[in-house]
């Protein structure tokens, strides 16, 4: 194996796009077999990046949600058939905006002043998880805002959950793929079902056993030095600055399923690196079983919901149970069934059951758009042609 043409093009990022930091980490069956870092973690340039930095992952977190989730799926407490209202009785009675366009931009989110209907269709759990329940991502919608006023910024997560019952849906439920918060209302749910919070069920249940010990819905005050200079890329002017905000994690109590988590290169790897291998960690450890990882990557998009997801690009993919699945081996060097999902600031995740692959990179740029069409899939065809596979 030779990763040198990989490791070529990390050292054009900067250059090229202002990469200013990255790490990335391979490994096949348990074994590393690529870890390279380059660039600084801090906004002056001196501090060279390191295996301690601890990165805003952002959707990335969807992947590790889907693990907590699809164990409860396989001990029988949580159905993927049954209606959310089962567990959380507020999404009983939805409503949808009659106006919205799913998949046309620009857009705004609707609100309560958006022409309405009575949701006809359930939201199913399996919807939330494959973006299907027509939800939004508006995190600053206003039932959010009222809630976190009312509760002076120390709502917890079921009670954001319960205000987002109160947001309108874009859609009918199960008619469209929309890139929403359906993740966020699964933390709420296996709160529900398992009488823990979602962070005591995650760090006991997928983080323990896999020997994880810093992986973080709260970044600790006492780690925030650790956590690696964030930018942001203006759409308008290129111009790529410094720019700290972190909006999903809403309240100093809530966990965000969707995208909360704040972690290292290889400690998001365990987890990886598990799903890569059947489900078991380097610990020996088993987190899921090959069926469930199974479920969670195939395809569950119909022909009209796979036309939302293809707008903006993933060539040859379609969308699992909170993440892409390769489903044309013409688009990608990597194997059909490969599967993973990336984060705003340009994270990216993959996973390979055929060949127990996994890869896992991390930089820190919102809004840097080439990320996901550009630097994500090139990375991914260095790796493969590195491996030979």
């Known amino acids: 194996m030779d990763f040198t043409r990989l490791t070529d093009y990390l050292n054009t990022l900067e250059e090229t796009y202002g990469v200013r930091g990255l790490d990335i980490k391979i490994t096949r069956e348990h074994d590393t077999v690529c870890r390279y870092m380059t660039g600084h973690s801090d906004y002056e340039g001196k501090t060279p990046v390191s295996a301690r930095d601890l990165y805003d992952i952002f959707s990335c977190t969807k992947v590790i949600t889907m693990v907590g989730v699809m164990q409860l799926v396989e001990r029988g407490k949580i159905d993927l058939q049954a209606p959310l209202e089962t567990y959380l009785p507020e999404f009983a009675y939805m409503r949808y905006a009659t106006d919205f366009k799913v998949g046309q931009f620009p857009f705004a989110w609707p609100t309560e002043r958006s022409p309405l209907a009575p949701a006809r269709n359930k939201i199913y759990i399996h919807d939330l998880m494959s973006m299907t329940a027509g939800m ?90 650790r956590l690696s200079a964030q930018y942001a890329k203006d759409w308008d002017t290129g111009e790529i600055r410094p720019d700290d905000s972190m909006i999903y994690r809403i309240t100093k109590n809530y966990e965000s399923g969707g995208a909360g988590l704040a972690t290292t290169v290889d400690e998001y790897s365990k987890v990886l690196e598990a799903l890569a291998n059947g489900g078991v960690g380097a610990t020996g450890r088993r987190i899921l079983t090959p069926d469930a990882i199974s479920v969670m990557s195939r395809n569950w998009l119909t022909e009209a919901q796979m036309a939302d997801f293809s707008l903006p690009g993933k060539p040859g993919y379609g969308y699992g149970l909170g993440v892409r699945t390769l489903m044309d081996g013409s688009k990608a060097k990597s194997p059909v069934g490969e599967f993973g999902w990336d984060g705003a600031a340009g994270a990216f995740s993959l996973i390979d059951p055929v060949n127990h692959v996994s890869l896992f990179y991390a930089q820190e740029i919102l809004g840097m758009m080439e990320a996901y069409s550009e630097i994500h899939p090139t990375i991914r065809d260095l790796t493969y042609e590195a491996l030979e596979l």
Request: a negative charge; proline letters at 6%; hydrophobic letters at 45%.
């Open 136 to 225: 939004s991502y508006d995190v600053a919608a206003k039932p959010i805002l009222d809630v976190v006023r009312a509760t002076n910024g120390e709502a917890n997560t079921r009670q954001i959950v319960a205000a987002m019952a109160e947001m309108p849906l874009l859609c009918e439920p199960g008619a469209h793929y929309s890139y929403a918060l359906g993740h966020d209302v699964l933390a709420a749910v296996v709160e529900v079902v398992t009488g823990m919070t979602f962070g005591e069920y995650m760090r006991e249940n997928v983080f323990a056993p896999l020997g994880i010990t810093e992986m973080y819905y709260q970044v600790p005050e006492s780690e925030r030095r």
